[in-house]
């Protein structure tokens, strides 16, 4: 086939393998500065010269203008059909998922994203207050404590307990304690129609593994899956990941392991 990019010259041998890779998952690493996201970009404009629907390809990425940076190369290597790939990050793509089957979820379209530096903690002092936590306060963990804690147990996919015995050894007299904020913070967000960061992908995760024909659905939405810095993947991205290529197997991830800020999976 004739292509309109010149990809045999303007690629290293490996760089091309990639590029040309169809179907099936692909792992790609390479250290910094070698091209991994040139890479992904070239791979999504060979994949819409090939005939591929550009609605088709999902790429994730870590940032929102890394995102949107792989559609803007991919138009001026190609042409506009590169601004319909569905290009974002996890978090935003899960946001955009749960707002089209919200009623799915127990939660109303309309729902919330609180912040987790700012909102959470009211949110936790008036639960702490209401469970008469107050008197312990001298040695209960402090709020930004309890909230990385909860978000360790939803993006490491770990019970309260084994996360608190993992990393907070020292807040093992409270876990009971911990346990029982944490299932009133879920409450509470739940009845006023709010969700945190965490939620969108634990949330997410729930939908696609408990109704089939929505996983059925977003898997035959997005044909072709892409993950650039893929070393920073928590346990709960990578899962979601394994969720949205389940029906075909069409991933291909890129990361540097040597650049990881988890451990490389």
């Avoid at 707002?99 to 912040?115: S, V």
């Avoid at 909230?147 to 007299?173: E, F, G, W």
């Avoid at 892409?226 to 069409?250: C, F, P, S, V, W």
């Amino acid at each position: 086939m004739a292509y309109k990019i010149d990809y045999k010259n303007l690629l290293n041998e490996k760089q091309l393998g990639a590029v040309m890779h169809h179907e099936g998952p692909c792992l790609v690493i390479a250290g910094a500065g070698t091209g991994k996201t040139r890479t992904l970009v070239y791979r999504v404009a060979r994949l819409i010269e090939d005939g591929v629907r550009p609605e088709s390809i999902l790429c994730l990425s870590f940032t929102k203008k890394a995102a949107e940076n792989m559609t803007i190369k991919c138009s001026g290597m190609l042409d506009h059909r590169c601004q319909q790939v569905n290009a974002n990050t996890f978090h935003g793509f899960a946001l955009s998922i749960l707002k089209r089957y919200a009623p799915y979820t127990g939660y109303g379209n309309n729902f919330d994203i609180i912040d987790q530096d700012t909102d959470a903690g009211i949110i936790l002092d008036r639960i702490k207050e209401e469970l008469l936590i107050t008197a312990h306060a001298a040695k209960f963990p402090k709020n930004k404590q309890v909230i990385s804690i909860l978000s360790k147990s939803a993006t490491r996919q770990m019970s309260i307990h084994d996360v608190i015995a993992n990393y907070y050894p020292h807040y093992d007299i409270f876990i009971s304690m911990i346990e029982l904020v944490s299932s009133e913070y879920q409450k509470f967000k739940k009845q006023q129609n709010k969700m945190d960061f965490d939620d969108l992908l634990k949330i997410l995760m729930i939908l696609m593994s408990d109704y089939e024909f929505i996983r059925n659905e977003i898997q035959d939405r997005f044909k072709f899956i892409m993950i650039d810095e893929y070393q920073d993947t928590d346990r709960i991205q990578a899962a979601l990941a394994k969720l949205l290529a389940g029906g075909h197997g069409n991933i291909m991830v890129v990361g540097d392991d040597a650049q990881s800020i988890y451990s490389f999976r």
